[in-house]
């Protein structure tokens, strides 16, 4: 039948501007993808687009041709595929070789549905800034729209029975011209405040956005997953260390004894403060060492340790503190008195006079620690 397919100027639109209850589920039927039209706006500059929505019946035209469901998805997928244009009008079969009048509107998206038993053909398009269709529309002016291509089929009492068509443009017409049930049931500020495609994003299932927008999915799924690899590769320093601080403290509690169920801070602690006792102890006893190399008597001894200060003893070497310790030998006088009186001794007593009194030397520490010398009178 391919020989047989004609220019057809076929199907008319009584284009209704009313915007019924149809038009939001007309928005959500007919979804387009906001990247083509962020291109497209960004290339008109069009800070109000408009996007006219059409619903179009098969069945018998007033023409007489016959659209069957087949032809309306056929139709559909024509549109979604070569993005036709719409024209205020039909472009001449003579000048068809040639003419290039101002598009209007460009089609965009197109699809099918059951309602009733029979299929339904929604369109959604996009005027262009500056066409006169945007004010036809808006005034009334004119409410209609037909297809134009090239179609084939046979006729059969009457009506032709159309098989085949290859859309060319869908355009723009005047008013009163008889056609198929159809209408603009919405004209859409897409993707704008009030328009029936503005949604609550908080409301949308993932289902849903990924329906209507699978390009900001993508880019949210991208930027999770960076987001991610950047917070483990944050992450995994500080649990390699906390992993070694765990190690650490198993260790300690079986070097130390320390049962899992203690504090372990607090056992530290008990272990280092046992240890300082014993520092301390074991350098008293170098201490005591070194002063008993040149201090005979026990009491002398005593004495003598008093006077050593021994946190300025802490931290030398065995070589060191003996040096330490002999440098106070020879430079500290209570030291030197404790040693030359205690070393030598009191003298003995005797008789002085006519026997009602005894000298004799005696020796004191007084409480200075000096020692002091004197007679007693007895």
């Known amino acids: 039948m391919a020989d047989e397919m004609q220019n057809f100027g076929l199907l008319d639109f009584d284009a209704t501007m009313e915007v019924s209850e149809m038009a939001a589920d007309a928005g959500a039927i007919v979804q387009l993808d906001p990247s083509r039209v962020q291109q497209l706006t960004e290339a008109t500059g069009d800070e109000k687009p408009q996007f006219p929505i059409l619903r179009v019946e098969g069945g018998t035209s007033g023409n007489g041709n016959h659209w069957s469901d087949e032809i309306l998805r056929d139709v559909a997928e024509q549109i979604n595929k070569e993005e036709p244009v719409a024209y205020l009008g039909h472009i001449k079969p003579e000048d068809d070789g040639y003419a290039f009048p101002e598009p209007q509107t460009i089609w965009l998206k197109a699809v099918t549905r059951d309602e009733g038993g029979k299929t339904v053909l929604y369109v959604k398009g996009y005027n262009f800034p ?3 269709i945007r004010e036809y529309l808006r005034t009334g002016v004119t409410r209609v729209a037909s297809w ?3 179609a084939a089929g046979p006729v059969m009492g009457g009506v032709r029975y159309i098989k085949e068509f290859k859309l060319e443009s869908f355009d723009w017409s005047r008013k009163g011209k008889q056609g198929m049930n159809a209408r603009v049931v919405a004209l859409a500020t897409e993707m704008q405040e009030g328009s029936e495609d503005d949604v609550e994003i908080g409301k949308l299932t993932l289902t849903e956005l990924q329906a209507a927008n699978p390009s900001l ?3 949210i799924k991208a930027e999770g997953k960076k987001e991610t690899e950047a917070t483990i590769s944050e992450m995994e320093p500080k649990v390699e260390a906390a992993d070694k601080a765990e190690e650490t403290f198993k ?13 372990i801070v607090q ?3 008990d272990v280092v403060e046992q240890v300082e006792n014993v520092s301390k102890k074991t350098l008293m006893e170098k201490i005591g060492e070194v002063v008993a190399g040149k201090v005979k008597g026990d009491r002398a ?3 003598v340790l008093r006077l050593v200060p021994v946190t300025e003893m802490e931290g030398k070497s065995d070589d060191d503190l003996k040096s330490a310790v ?4 020879d430079s500290d006088e209570d030291i030197k008195a404790i040693v030359t009186e205690m070393e030598g001794g009191a003298g003995p007593l005797r008789h002085t006079g006519s026997g009602d009194r005894m000298t004799g030397s005696e020796s004191k520490v007084g409480q200075s620690g000096m020692v002091k010398t004197g007679t007693t009178k007895l």
Do not use: N, T, Y
């Open 217 to 219: 999915v993508d880019l």
């Open 130 to 132: 500056q066409a006169k």
């Open 148 to 150: 134009r291509g090239k």
């Open 301 to 303: 001894r005593s004495a």
């Open 267 to 269: 056992a530290v602690g």
């Open 326 to 329: 002999e440098a106070l030998f």
């Open 251 to 263: 260790k300690l509690r079986d070097v130390l004894g320390i049962d899992e169920s203690a504090d």
